[in-house]
C-alpha cells in the first residue's frame, strides 16, 4: 500500500507502517456519549471490531481550555494507538473541534471527527440557509463548526448556541423530565425565532434528545447529528482506504473507562442500546495500561 497516495486532509500522513484491514477501529470520547456513534457503526458496519476509550475520569472536555482538551485527545489517541488500532474516530465533537488537526499532524494512521461528516451531511440539501448548532461551550467557543460550514458554502447565516446543561440532563436520564423540556426551549427559542431550517446536534451525547426536538422544533426544521452522519463518512472512507473488515465474523465491542462506576455502565447501556459487555479500567499519561 502506498501511504503516499493518501491526502494529509483525510488524517493520513506519509509513513512505513501500513494498517490492517482486520485491526479494531478506535472510538474515544470525553465519557460515553461517543457511544452513539459506536452504535451508529455497529449498525452499518457489523463485521468491524470496535476498541472505544471513555475518559470518564477526566470528563467533561466542554468546559476545558483548548490546551488541556488537546493534551487529553493526545493521551486518549496514544492509547488507541498503541493498542493498535487501524483508523481512529474522535467521538467527540469538542475534541474534533480542538485537537482534530493536531493529532492529524502527529499520527500516521487516518483520524475521522465528528465536524466534516456533520456540515457534509447539513449541506447536502441545496435549499439550507440559516443553520443554527448547538453543542457544549468549547465546540460553539471553537467556532470549528461556523468555519466549515461558511468555507464549504457562502452566503449561509449560522448561529451558534452553547447548551451546556444537556449533557448532565442527558446523563441523569431525564430526556422525558419536564425540566428538560424548560431548558430546551430556552435554548432552541432564540434559533426557532432566526428562523433556522437547519439544527445540528453537535455534540455526540445529544442523538438521545431527538424525540424531544422533535416535539419542541417546527417540523420543517432539519435535525443532522454526529453520530449517523460520522458512520456514513467511516463507511467511505474505509472502503476508499480498502481498510474495509472482511465479513467473516461478527464484530466484537471492547470499552475501556478511565474511571468506572455503575452510573457509567447503566449510561454506557443506555448510549448503546445494549449490554456493553465486560468493561476495562484503562490508564491514560505514558502508562497506556488496563487494570482490570
Ligand atoms: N461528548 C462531548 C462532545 O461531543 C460532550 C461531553 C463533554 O463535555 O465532555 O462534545
Given at each position: 500500500?502506498?501511504?503516499?497516495?493518501?491526502?494529509?486532509?483525510?488524517?493520513?500522513?506519509?509513513?512505513?507502517?501500513?494498517?490492517?484491514?482486520?485491526?479494531?477501529?478506535?472510538?474515544?470520547?470525553?465519557?460515553?456519549?461517543?457511544?452513539?456513534?459506536?452504535?451508529?457503526?455497529?449498525?452499518?458496519?457489523?463485521?468491524?471490531?470496535?476498541?472505544?476509550?471513555?475518559?470518564?475520569?477526566?470528563?467533561?472536555?466542554?468546559?476545558?481550555?483548548?490546551?488541556?482538551?488537546?493534551?487529553?485527545?493526545?493521551?486518549?489517541?496514544?492509547?488507541?494507538?498503541?493498542?493498535?488500532?487501524?483508523?481512529?474516530?474522535?467521538?467527540?465533537?469538542?475534541?474534533?473541534?480542538?485537537?482534530?488537526?493536531?493529532?492529524?499532524?502527529?499520527?500516521?494512521?487516518?483520524?475521522?471527527?465528528?465536524?466534516?461528516?456533520?456540515?457534509?451531511?447539513?449541506?447536502?440539501?441545496?435549499?439550507?440557509?440559516?443553520?443554527?448548532?448547538?453543542?457544549?461551550?468549547?465546540?460553539?467557543?471553537?467556532?470549528?463548526?461556523?468555519?466549515?460550514?461558511?468555507?464549504?458554502?457562502?452566503?449561509?447565516?449560522?448561529?451558534?448556541?452553547?447548551?451546556?446543561?444537556?449533557?448532565?440532563?442527558?446523563?441523569?436520564?431525564?430526556?422525558?423530565?419536564?425540566?428538560?423540556?424548560?431548558?430546551?426551549?430556552?435554548?432552541?427559542?432564540?434559533?426557532?425565532?432566526?428562523?433556522?431550517?437547519?439544527?445540528?446536534?453537535?455534540?455526540?451525547?445529544?442523538?438521545?434528545?431527538?424525540?424531544?426536538?422533535?416535539?419542541?422544533?417546527?417540523?420543517?426544521?432539519?435535525?443532522?447529528?454526529?453520530?449517523?452522519?460520522?458512520?456514513?463518512?467511516?463507511?467511505?472512507?474505509?472502503?476508499?482506504?480498502?481498510?474495509?473488515?472482511?465479513?467473516d465474523h461478527d464484530g466484537t465491542l471492547e470499552v475501556?473507562?478511565?474511571?468506572?462506576?455503575?452510573?457509567?455502565?447503566?449510561?454506557?447501556?443506555?448510549?448503546?442500546?445494549?449490554?456493553?459487555?465486560?468493561?476495562?479500567?484503562?490508564?491514560?499519561?505514558?502508562?497506556?495500561?488496563?487494570?482490570?
Amino acid at each position: 500500500m502506498n501511504l503516499a497516495a493518501f491526502p494529509l486532509a483525510r488524517g493520513w500522513r506519509t509513513g512505513t507502517i501500513a494498517p490492517v484491514k482486520s485491526a479494531p477501529l478506535g472510538f474515544f470520547d470525553s465519557g460515553v456519549g461517543g457511544l452513539t456513534v459506536v452504535r451508529a457503526v455497529q449498525e452499518l458496519l457489523p463485521h468491524e471490531d470496535i476498541l472505544y476509550l471513555g475518559d470518564t475520569a477526566r470528563l467533561p472536555y466542554g468546559s476545558k481550555s483548548p490546551e488541556t482538551i488537546r493534551q487529553f485527545a493526545d493521551e486518549d489517541t496514544q492509547f488507541l494507538v498503541s493498542r493498535g488500532v487501524k483508523a481512529i474516530v474522535v467521538a467527540c465533537n469538542t475534541a474534533t473541534a480542538h485537537a482534530l488537526p493536531s493529532l492529524r499532524e502527529k499520527y500516521r494512521l487516518p483520524i475521522i471527527g465528528v465536524i466534516e461528516p456533520g456540515v457534509d451531511a447539513a449541506l447536502e440539501n441545496p435549499q439550507v440557509e440559516r443553520i443554527g448548532i448547538i453543542a457544549t461551550r468549547g465546540t460553539i467557543r471553537s467556532h470549528a463548526y461556523q468555519h466549515a460550514l461558511a468555507l464549504r458554502r457562502t452566503g449561509l447565516i449560522i448561529h451558534g448556541q452553547a447548551t451546556p446543561l444537556l449533557v448532565p440532563l442527558i446523563e441523569e436520564n431525564w430526556m422525558d423530565h419536564p425540566a428538560t423540556s424548560v431548558v430546551l426551549k430556552e435554548y432552541l427559542d432564540p434559533l426557532v425565532e432566526k428562523g433556522i431550517d437547519t439544527l445540528m446536534l453537535a455534540c455526540t451525547h445529544y442523538p438521545l434528545l431527538i424525540p424531544v426536538l422533535r416535539d419542541l422544533l417546527p417540523p420543517e426544521v432539519r435535525l443532522v447529528d454526529s453520530a449517523t452522519t460520522c458512520a456514513e463518512h467511516l463507511r467511505r472512507e474505509l472502503v476508499r482506504l480498502d481498510l474495509l473488515a472482511a465479513g467473516d465474523h461478527d464484530g466484537t465491542l471492547e470499552v475501556h473507562l478511565t474511571d468506572l462506576s455503575d452510573e457509567f455502565e447503566t449510561l454506557a447501556r443506555r448510549f448503546l442500546k445494549r449490554a456493553p459487555g465486560r468493561i476495562h479500567r484503562a490508564v491514560l499519561g505514558g502508562h497506556n495500561k488496563v487494570l482490570s
